[in-house]
């Protein structure tokens, strides 16, 4: 039985910035059950008070403690590694969540660089960046994302910065983000549940649901967002679970009286 869940966000709960139908309800179903969620994002430029605003601003009651980014689950990995002090490419934002989690900032003597979507992308911390990690420095990144979708297309995102140092060094990065599975441990620890007791439930079938799917996790496909019917007919992806939104998950829910 499933005894906790992953979400994606954007095309699963919300689109843009309204709430889909059906998803309010269900996480209010779920916090009154005292089911354990939490929410996921590969986005990193954002700290969680920023999601939290934006759903409270559609109707949602959701907490901080519920929301988990690339960014925070770096952080989570870091920890777990020991890693105190890093070299960051990232965005004002994510560099004070760092400072606040603990992780010292610095550009030498470092246990890792740490590459995020980084909106100030300047060449002088890449030549630091690139020095390191020829050091052998661990190399990590938040996520894989090669752009980044906004309202009038698309810009660079940390995937197509992975591809620069990958060039300048042959190295590759350790990624957190989906479709990776350490994202799916680090939500297992904060959720402290096992990650085959866990399902994550998303709209995209080679982000969310391969990242449940590599990591062990149970997987149910929305069709609210990215993904149509005909693209997982075409797809070698298979989610245990398929419903048309979150409005049909959670009557799907109550009424298998919470055995999926």
Do not use: W
Request: hydrophobic fraction near 35%; proline fraction near 3%.
């Amino acid at each position: 039985m499933t005894k906790g869940f992953l979400f994606d966000m954007d095309g699963t709960i919300f689109l843009e910035d309204q709430a889909i139908d059906g998803a309010i309800e269900c996480f209010d179903y779920l916090n009154k059950k005292q089911i354990p969620y939490c929410l996921f994002t590969n986005n990193s430029s954002n700290s969680k008070s920023v999601y939290v605003k934006k759903l409270h601003k559609m109707g949602f009651d959701i907490t901080s403690d519920k929301i988990l980014t690339s960014g925070l689950a770096t952080i989570l990995y870091l920890k777990r590694r020991s890693f105190k002090n890093v070299f960051l490419m990232g965005t004002d934002s994510l560099k004070l969540e760092f400072v606040e989690n603990g992780i010292n900032l610095s550009d030498s003597k470092v246990d890792a660089v740490v590459l995020a979507f980084d909106k100030g992308f300047n060449y002088q911390d890449t030549v630091t960046a690139h020095k390191l990690i020829q050091a052998q420095t661990p190399f990590i990144a938040t996520h894989p994302d090669k752009v980044c979708p906004m309202r009038d297309g698309d810009i660079p995102d940390c995937g197509a910065m992975i591809s620069y140092f990958e060039s300048s060094t042959g190295v590759s990065p350790e990624i957190i983000g989906k479709p990776y599975p350490i994202m799916a441990e680090m939500a297992s620890e904060l959720l402290n549940e096992k990650i085959e007791n866990l399902m994550v439930i998303g709209d995209r079938l080679y982000t969310d649901i391969e990242m449940g799917i590599r990591s062990g996790a149970k997987t149910c496909l929305l069709f609210s967002g990215e993904t149509k019917k005909i693209d997982l007919k075409n797809s070698n992806v298979e989610p245990d679970y398929c419903f048309e939104s979150i409005k049909d998950f959670l009557v799907k829910y109550i009424q298998s009286d919470q055995k999926l």
